[in-house]
């Protein structure tokens, strides 16, 4: 028998859940009734329920503080909270403990014996006395699962060729017939923060639970996989016929999802489908679009389900906004300035502002290719790893704002690790100096001026800005000049020789042997294949 305990302040509601419930016919027995949260706390360390039924508001420990207290040392006891609606509020927090079960008073007895029902079967799946049947039972479904999540992910990727009805049938075990089929992206977007891991996993479970009962019945065969930042992606395959009434279903799951989630907090679903085609081997074709139009979520606002992006791309690319951002970001970095850092996004963002039917897989693209330069420049341990939690941050934002807002985050936690690093005696007399170059290479500056101006010896700058820069000040100094002229070469119009003398050169031949010397070609050539 599985062990029940009841916890609630008021003697009435124990009684009528112990009445409303026929516990022998579940399997289930009442071990204890609590009526205040410090000894339903102690009843649920000495009996050892299976399953605790808590009302959210009691004295002396509240349901939240019952839960937290008793789930640390019993994780796998399964919560049903009791709750009424002036005290829901409350019963949000619960989802942070791996709770997903709720009922609203006043307490219904089909919805109360259903919950009891589902947890029962769970437990029972968890406690199987056969193992080795268990693990080959779960061996098998795992096999075939993931042979179908390999499916999908070559389909995403468009490695899929030549698929036909059989072999779907035969070498994946999809019962798929002739008709349509379709690509769908279930997104769910929301910070780490907000719903933490266990919550994560309750509301990918519920709306994939929500997915599956409701096209089950209506589809020939779903293939389905839970994308690791949130949501699902699948192809439905269905009748021609059912077109107009999938798009509907589809909407209402979308529909009953955005109703619901103010349990979660700050979070936000989306819907995207991809074109309906009639082949197998044109699923990935759909696929590929759906994964395209979700973006649009960024542009369009969530809560939608998105069928259409226009084709081709806009003018984004022709902003050459990811040069003027690596341009403002490298300065930003040289002199470890989170102003000059939010000027690069800023430009970024004004920029985006400028063209017109901007594409939301481009904003996409975009903000993680600027991530992806902004790493380059500071080069973190375990850079590929940062790139990869940067991504997934990015992949979880629903809007254009909340993507700057996690690349602006991005910069300021490194730009102020570095600052913390590099911030000490022997490195600031260096990124004085560099600073000091910046704001005067158009003059003819000498290492002995720069090495004054940041109150060193000339001996022991030169050294010590050849140990942290790697190179000794007269090549840095040419080589901040030589970037200069190629920006002002690709901007400007003005004359070589005014440029010479510009970037702090006096003799023009001088000059044009240097930047051959950096660039491999002749002022004139590069502004020719650049400007």
């Not at 102690?42 to 299976?50: A, F, G, S, Y």
């Not at 699962?145 to 075990?173: A, I, P, V």
């Not at 839970?226 to 192809?235: F, H, L, S």
Request: net charge negative; with cysteine; glycine share 6%.
């Amino acid at each position: 028998m599985q062990k029940v305990m009841i916890a609630d302040d008021e003697e009435r509601i124990c009684r009528l859940i112990e009445a409303l419930v026929d516990w022998e016919r579940l399997g289930m027995e009442v071990v204890a009734v609590a009526h205040n949260g410090l000894e339903a706390a102690q009843l649920v360390k000495e009996e050892r329920p299976d399953i605790l039924i808590t009302d959210i508001r009691m004295p002396g420990c509240s349901g939240l503080e019952l839960i937290e207290k008793v789930k640390k040392s019993m994780p796998e006891l399964e919560v049903i909270i009791i709750s009424g609606y002036a005290h829901f509020e409350y019963a949000k927090s619960a989802i942070k403990y791996g709770v997903g079960e709720y009922l609203l008073k006043p307490i219904n007895k089909a919805e109360l014996t259903s919950t009891l029902e589902r947890l029962r079967a769970k437990i029972e799946t968890r406690h199987m006395e056969d193992e080795d049947k268990q693990q080959l039972a779960r061996k098998s479904k795992n096999n075939v699962r993931r042979l179908r999540e390999l499916l999908l992910e070559r389909l995403m990727e468009q490695k899929e060729e030549g698929l036909s009805l059989e072999t779907l049938q035969e070498e994946y075990y999809l019962e798929v017939r002739p008709g349509c089929f379709q690509g769908i992206w279930l997104k769910i977007d929301s910070s780490e923060e907000e719903l933490g891991e266990e919550g994560k996993n309750i509301v990918i479970e519920r709306s994939g639970r929500l997915l599956e009962s409701s096209l089950r019945h209506k589809c020939f065969a779903m293939l389905c996989k839970e994308q690791e930042w949130g949501g699902y992606i699948g192809i439905l395959n269905y009748a021609e016929e059912r077109r107009e009434e999938i798009r509907r279903i589809l909407k209402d799951c979308l529909n009953q999802l955005e109703s619901g989630k103010k349990l979660y907090g700050e979070i936000c679903f989306s819907m995207a489908v991809g074109s309906i085609v009639t082949e197998p081997s044109e699923m990935g074709k759909s696929l590929a679009e759906a994964s395209m139009i979700i973006e649009e979520r960024l542009i369009k606002g969530t809560g939608r389900l998105l069928d259409y992006v226009p084709e081709g791309s806009s003018a984004l690319h022709e902003k050459s906004l990811l040069e003027k951002y690596l341009r403002t970001v490298t300065h930003a970095i040289e002199i470890m300035s989170q102003e000059e850092a939010k000027k690069a996004v800023e430009q970024v963002i004004k920029g985006v502002a400028e063209v017109k039917d901007v594409r939301g897989y481009e904003v996409f693209e975009l903000v993680s290719s600027c991530g992806g330069l902004f790493l380059s420049q500071v080069e973190p341990r375990d850079r590929r790893e940062k790139l990869q939690r940067f991504s997934d941050r990015c992949r979880r934002c629903g809007s254009q704002d909340a993507l700057f807002r996690t690349l602006s985050r991005l910069q300021e936690d490194y730009i102020r690790e570095l600052v913390q690093q590099r911030e000490g005696d022997m490195v600031r007399p260096i990124r004085q100096a560099k600073q000091y170059i910046l704001n005067h290479y158009q003059e003819p500056i000498t290492q002995e001026e720069v090495s004054s101006a940041v109150g060193l010896s000339s001996t022991y700058f030169s050294a010590l800005f050849k140990k942290e820069e790697g190179e000794g000040f007269a090549k840095y100094l040419t080589g901040v000049r030589m970037e200069q002229a190629k920006i002002l070469l690709r901007e400007d119009n003005c004359p070589v020789a005014e440029i010479c003398r510009r970037v702090g050169y006096n003799d023009l031949k001088h000059f044009t042997h240097n930047f051959e010397k950096a660039t491999g070609l002749k002022p004139a050539a590069y502004r020719k294949l650049y400007g």
